[in-house]
C-alpha cells in the first residue's frame, strides 16, 4: 500500500478489516437474539472484542502515516481481541454441550470455502437470519478463523515492509536528505549530491577532477660561469 497516495477511508479496501467488520455484524445478531444483556455481562464483553478486532485494524492503518510502530502494534491488538472472541464462542457451545464444527464435520466443509468468498456484511446476515445460535456461533467460528488468518497475513506485510523501507522516521530523514543534497545514508556513510564521500562530483577535491602537474627537477647541474680572459698583449 502507498502510504503517500491514501485515500480517505480507504482502509475499507483491506480485506482484514472487511472480514473483521462481517465478524463485528455478526456478534451484533447473536449477542441481541440468544444473551440477555442485563444479567450477562458476555454480551458486553464480546462486542467490545468484536468491536476492538474491527477498529484497531483502522487506527492502526490510519496511524501508519506518523508511525510504522503504532500500526503494527495495534493490528496485533485487534488479532488478540479477535482471539479472546473466539474463545467466547467456543464456551457458549461447549458449556452448552453443543456441537463444535471442527475441519471435518460436514458443515465446517460446505461453509468454510463459501465464506472465503465472500467478505460483504450482507450475505451473512442473510445467512444467519433466523437460524439457531449453535449454527450462528458455529458460522461466527470459521468467520472469525478466516480473518486472523487475514490480520496474520497483514502483519507479515507490515514486517516485510518496515524491514525493506525502514519506520517512517527513516523514511522521512532518507527524503530529507535526498531533497537537500547531503547527510547520512541508510548505511551510515556522509552523502553529498548522491555520492558517497566529503566533496561533490565537480568540486576540486573530487578523484576525478585533474590534479596539477608538480614542478620537474633539473636532470644536470648548471656550471659556474668562466671568467673572461685578459689580453696580455
Known amino acids: 500500500m502507498d502510504y503517500?497516495?491514501?485515500k480517505i477511508d480507504s482502509y475499507r479496501t483491506l480485506l482484514a478489516?472487511?472480514?473483521?467488520e462481517c465478524v463485528y455484524d455478526i456478534t451484533f445478531y447473536f449477542v441481541s437474539h440468544f444473551?440477555?444483556?442485563?444479567h450477562d455481562r458476555t454480551v458486553d464483553q464480546m462486542l467490545q472484542a468484536a468491536r476492538s478486532g474491527k477498529q484497531n485494524i483502522v487506527e492502526g492503518y490510519s496511524d501508519a502515516e506518523g508511525s510504522t510502530e503504532i500500526e503494527h502494534k495495534l493490528t496485533t491488538v485487534a488479532k488478540g481481541s479477535l482471539e479472546e472472541l473466539k474463545e467466547d464462542y467456543r464456551d457458549y457451545l461447549r458449556v452448552r454441550h453443543?456441537?463444535?464444527w471442527g475441519p471435518q464435520h460436514e458443515k465446517y466443509q460446505a461453509c468454510q470455502p463459501l465464506f472465503k468468498k465472500h467478505n460483504d456484511t450482507t450475505y451473512y446476515q442473510r445467512q444467519i437470519n433466523g437460524r439457531s445460535d449453535e449454527e450462528i456461533a458455529n458460522i461466527?467460528?470459521?468467520v472469525i478463523h478466516q480473518a486472523l488468518s487475514l490480520i496474520r497475513g497483514l502483519i507479515d506485510w507490515q514486517d516485510e515492509k518496515f524491514l525493506r523501507?525502514?519506520?517512517v522516521k527513516e523514511q522521512r530523514y532518507q527524503a530529507r536528505v535526498e531533497s537537500r543534497g547531503y547527510g547520512y545514508g541508510k548505511d551510515g556513510r556522509f552523502?553529498?549530491?548522491g555520492r558517497d564521500g566529503r566533496c561533490s562530483r565537480d568540486s576540486r577535491c573530487s578523484t576525478n577532477a585533474p590534479q596539477p602537474t608538480p614542478p620537474t627537477t633539473p636532470t644536470t647541474t648548471p656550471t659556474a660561469p668562466t671568467q673572461p680572459t685578459r689580453n696580455n698583449g
Open 4 to 6: 503517500k497516495h491514501k
Open 17 to 20: 478489516f472487511q472480514k473483521a
Open 35 to 38: 444473551l440477555d444483556r442485563s
Open 98 to 100: 453443543f456441537e463444535i
Open 140 to 142: 461466527a467460528l470459521i
Open 165 to 167: 523501507e525502514g519506520g
Open 191 to 193: 552523502v553529498i549530491n
